[in-house]
Structure formats: C-alpha cells, structure tokens
C-alpha cells in the first residue's frame, strides 16, 4: 500500500514511475515495482492544492490543476524535479470545484472538466512553456452532472469524422462519450491530424 486516500494517479511517459496525490494535497512518486514510495511535496509552497497531475509526454512536465490559496481554480505546469516554482500558472475564471484535467500528448489538448457540473473546456497547451501561455479553444455544456472523466484510447477515435480525442464521462446512472473534433469541409481521413500515437501493443 502506497498510503490512503489516492485521489489521483498517472503514468509517466516511459512507465517507469507513477505520480500520485493524496486528499491532503500531498505529492507522491511512486515505483511500481515496489510498494515504496517518495513524497514530492505536501501541497505547493506556490499555495497551489493540486487535485490532478498528469505527465506531459517524454519530458516529463507535468500539467496540474487545482485551486490556488485564494481558491481560484488553476491549471499549472511543473517540473516534477522542481516543484518549488511552476513554469506556468492559469487562472481559468470559474466557480471553485474539483477540477478534472485529462491532457491529450499528441494534440496537446487538455481537457478540463468539474466535478458536478456538465461543462467541458478545451486548452491548447502547444505554446505553453516556450510562450507562457495555454490557449482557450472552446466550451461545451451538456445536460449532466459529472462525477468522473477519463480518455479514451486514440485508436478508439474515429479518424473519419476528425475526432481527435474522446472523453467517457460518469454521471449518476450511465457513462458518456464526449467526442472532440477538428472542422473540416470535407470528413475522410486528414492525416496531418494523427501523429504517430501510442498502440496497444507490447514493445
């Protein structure tokens, strides 16, 4: 056992360690191999109380959501070796909540989503470090109230209609596909959509 009240885990790029964060806002990197387990950081001494963390990709930044001191929800980008500063801080003007973010490594899309409400926001994270700045691209409000939001696997998408990432979201009696797709004139496969991803098969 790592610990209780894990409210948040996630992979890292190479599956070689796990970060986690527990109810009382504490940091952990976890070795799966093991049951040992090392604390980054209990809180944030930039006052930032992370409720999901979730690697980046392959250099290993990691994108956190959370409320700030003044509770302000806010999306931020650490250094999981330097969590003393972020690299870059959010503010993303709503109504304080559980904040749910699922980052999408191949369109550097970050999905962001409450717990309790229906609304799904979208954050291109392209420019994010080298320009200090996440991009808001749209939002979407549906009819349910959220109590979980997970991604699916891309190659579940369906790359004809330019679906670039699916989210499944729990409500109270069933789960919800959310489907995020690129405008485009003409539907059909637009490869420049789909860079080389993540399969299912063992390397």
Aim: hydrophobic share 35%.
């Amino acid at each position: 056992s790592y610990g209780k009240d894990v409210i948040n885990v996630s992979w890292d790029y190479f599956g070689k360690s796990i970060l986690a964060i527990q109810k009382d806002y504490t940091m952990l990197s976890l070795d799966p191999r093991t049951t040992k387990g090392t604390t980054l950081a209990k809180g944030l001494k930039s006052g930032l109380r992370p409720q999901t963390a979730t690697f980046m990709g392959p250099g290993g930044r990691v994108i956190v959501s959370g409320v700030s001191s003044s509770r302000q929800p806010v999306l931020s980008i650490f250094d999981p070796r330097k969590l003393d500063d972020a690299l870059l801080t959010q503010d993303l003007e709503l109504s304080p909540g559980y904040l749910m973010a699922n980052y999408d490594r191949d369109t550097k899309l970050c999905a962001l989503t409450i717990r309790g409400s229906g609304m799904v926001r979208l954050y291109d994270c392209t420019r994010a470090v080298k320009k200090g700045e996440m991009t808001r691209l749209g939002q979407e409000l549906t009819q349910h109230a959220f109590q979980g939001v997970c991604m699916a696997p891309k190659w579940g998408v369906d790359v004809m209609s330019s679906e670039v990432v699916r989210l499944y979201a729990r409500d109270s009696s069933s789960v919800v596909p959310i489907h995020i797709k690129v405008p485009r004139k003409v539907n059909g496969f637009h490869s420049e959509l789909y860079p080389a991803t993540l399969s299912n098969d063992v390397a």
